[in-house]
């Protein structure tokens, strides 16, 4: 598993960022892709995922239909598009497949940083 994660920046609540996971080392199309983010000190935290087989979605509650998780088979790469984001998203985001958690993968991370 590898992924490289980019996109993050610093925002001003109510902006948005779309946040970029390339998959050199897996097809996205085939596997699910979770993105995760992770304040410092604190455990990662599931974001949104993409299934690898129908591309369902799937999110949790505090995102609030302000965040979007889609791919694009061709350029083999997941996207987390973030709308209205608030203060408290401020995170360091990753993204990850159940295999790369199990061998205790996790990539360099996007920083995201909502502040005025």
């Known amino acids: 598993v590898e992924v490289v994660e980019s996109g993050g920046g610093l925002v001003e609540p109510g902006g948005s960022l779309r946040l970029s996971c390339a998959a050199p080392g897996f097809a996205v199309s085939t596997n699910t892709v979770t993105w995760y983010r992770q304040v410092l000190g604190k455990d990662h935290e599931w974001v949104a995922r993409?299934?690898?087989?129908?591309?369902?979605?799937k999110y949790a509650d505090y995102v609030d239909h302000r965040f979007t998780i889609y791919r694009d088979d061709g350029k083999n790469t997941v996207y987390l598009q973030m709308n209205n984001l608030k203060p408290e998203d401020t995170a360091t985001y990753y993204c990850?497949?159940?295999?790369?958690?199990?061998?205790?993968?996790w990539g360099h991370g996007t920083q995201v940083i909502v502040s005025a």
């Open positions: 993409v299934s690898g087989d129908d591309a369902s979605t």
């Open positions: 990850n497949t159940v295999l790369g958690i199990i061998q205790g993968y």
